[in-house]
């Protein structure tokens, strides 16, 4: 798989709050870091990311523009978290040699 086509699911199954499908394209040793969670391991990230999606019902995450750089992919994203809160986001996501994604960082605009 390629590194677009792993972003790509990621954030297709991220819009869709599907933790199975996250689960399948993280690595064991994950780690997730943003401007309010910092955790490792894919049982933490699993969990972050079930309290984000109950915490915002119809968040939803476009793409604006992505870089990719051998295994990193950077991706400006807009994040409607509800209809009246947006937030302009940049991860980083780093991906092992079996394209599974070992790192998540995000930075806030």
């Not at 390629?2 to 972003?7: A, C, D, N, P, T």
């Not at 699993?46 to 295994?71: C, M, R, T």
């Amino acid at each position: 798989m390629k590194l677009k086509e792993l972003i790509l699911k990621y954030i297709t199954a991220f819009n869709n709050q599907d933790i199975s499908g996250l689960r399948l394209l993280f690595n064991e040793n994950i780690h997730l870091k943003d401007w309010e969670v910092n955790e490792n391991g894919i049982e933490n990230v699993i969990k972050a990311n079930q309290k984000i999606f109950d915490s915002a019902p119809n968040l939803n995450v476009k793409i604006h523009n992505q870089y990719f750089f051998e295994k990193t992919a950077i991706c400006v994203l807009k994040i409607k978290v509800n209809d009246q809160t947006f937030i302009d986001v940049v991860d980083i996501i780093k991906v092992d040699d079996n394209y599974k994604i070992i790192s998540i960082t995000a930075y806030k605009g």
